[in-house]
């Protein structure tokens, strides 16, 4: 299991809206709550490395059934031979700890929710860094998610069928295609033996750019890959 030793604050305060140095109040909710939100947490992920094929209709991965449409996606594994499709989650007791926050104001809920974002990204990035210590990759695309671009969000759904996620960490969707706890994630890695061109990212390939706050703070945490 990952275990964060702290979570960024400046990540935080940014999702929260916050441009350039958070005032006090600001600063003091977030060194409250960075501890509460980390004792609370227990990240945990879930991954497989697959072959992948890119045909006509869209990228094919062994053993799903579905395919992932999208030129997106296709860009984006262009050149690959295989996949890991990753998994994570800070667990339920991020939504718990939201809830519960709320009772004491918004402003508390607002930074407890920013810091579970923070976090979750902060395990995504541990999870890549214990595959690929384990697995080496001469060569990998940064992480994509159902969702980005023009790659379908109710693949979501075959995502974590695939990696069995629900019994192994607790993950599951929506109808809505939704993941549950909320503070998770799903997302495609390419890995090639040769240099893989590396596509648009962040808020290039989000399909909620055009409707997005933190795009008025220098990007969201998709940014970051």
Not at 163 to 183: E, H
């Given at each position: 299991?990952?275990?964060?030793?702290?979570?960024?604050?400046?990540?935080?305060a940014?999702?929260?809206g916050?441009?350039?140095?958070?005032?006090?109040?600001?600063?003091?909710?977030?060194?409250?709550?960075?501890?509460?939100?980390?004792?609370?947490?227990?990240?945990a992920?879930?991954?497989?490395?697959?072959p992948?094929?890119?045909?006509?209709?869209?990228?094919?991965?062994?053993?799903?059934?579905?395919?992932?449409?999208?030129?997106?996606?296709?860009?984006?594994?262009?050149?690959?031979?295989?996949?890991?499709?990753?998994?994570a989650?800070?667990?339920?007791?991020?939504?718990?700890?939201?809830?519960?926050t709320?009772?004491?104001?918004?402003?508390?809920?607002?930074?407890?929710?920013?810091?579970c974002?923070?976090?979750?990204?902060q395990?995504?990035?541990?999870?890549?860094?214990?595959?690929?210590?384990?697995?080496?990759?001469k060569f990998?695309?940064?992480?994509?998610?159902?969702?980005?671009?023009?790659?379908?969000?109710?693949?979501?759904?075959?995502?974590i069928?695939?990696?069995?996620?629900?019994?192994?960490?607790?993950?599951?969707?929506?109808?809505?295609?939704?993941?549950?706890?909320?503070?998770?994630?799903?997302?495609?890695?390419?890995?090639?033996?040769?240099?893989?061109e590396?596509?648009?990212k962040?808020c290039?390939?989000?399909?909620?750019?055009?409707?997005?706050?933190?795009?008025?703070?220098?990007?969201c945490?998709?940014?970051?890959?």
């Amino acid at each position: 299991m990952i275990k964060l030793e702290t979570i960024s604050k400046a990540e935080s305060a940014r999702y929260m809206g916050v441009r350039g140095v958070p005032d006090e109040k600001t600063a003091e909710l977030l060194d409250k709550y960075e501890p509460i939100v980390r004792r609370r947490l227990r990240p945990a992920y879930v991954y497989r490395e697959t072959p992948l094929y890119i045909e006509a209709d869209g990228v094919h991965f062994e053993g799903i059934d579905a395919v992932f449409t999208g030129n997106d996606i296709k860009k984006h594994l262009n050149g690959c031979e295989r996949a890991v499709l990753l998994a994570a989650t800070v667990s339920a007791e991020a939504d718990k700890l939201i809830r519960q926050t709320s009772v004491v104001g918004m402003a508390e809920a607002l930074a407890v929710d920013c810091l579970c974002s923070s976090a979750i990204e902060q395990v995504c990035d541990k999870a890549e860094q214990e595959i690929f210590s384990v697995n080496p990759a001469k060569f990998r695309t940064w992480r994509f998610s159902a969702g980005y671009g023009d790659l379908p969000i109710n693949l979501q759904k075959d995502l974590i069928i695939a990696l069995n996620a629900q019994r192994r960490i607790g993950l599951t969707v929506t109808d809505n295609f939704l993941l549950i706890p909320s503070k998770s994630v799903t997302a495609i890695i390419g890995i090639s033996d040769n240099p893989v061109e590396k596509g648009e990212k962040g808020c290039t390939a989000c399909n909620m750019r055009d409707n997005c706050g933190f795009r008025l703070n220098g990007g969201c945490g998709k940014n970051r890959y």
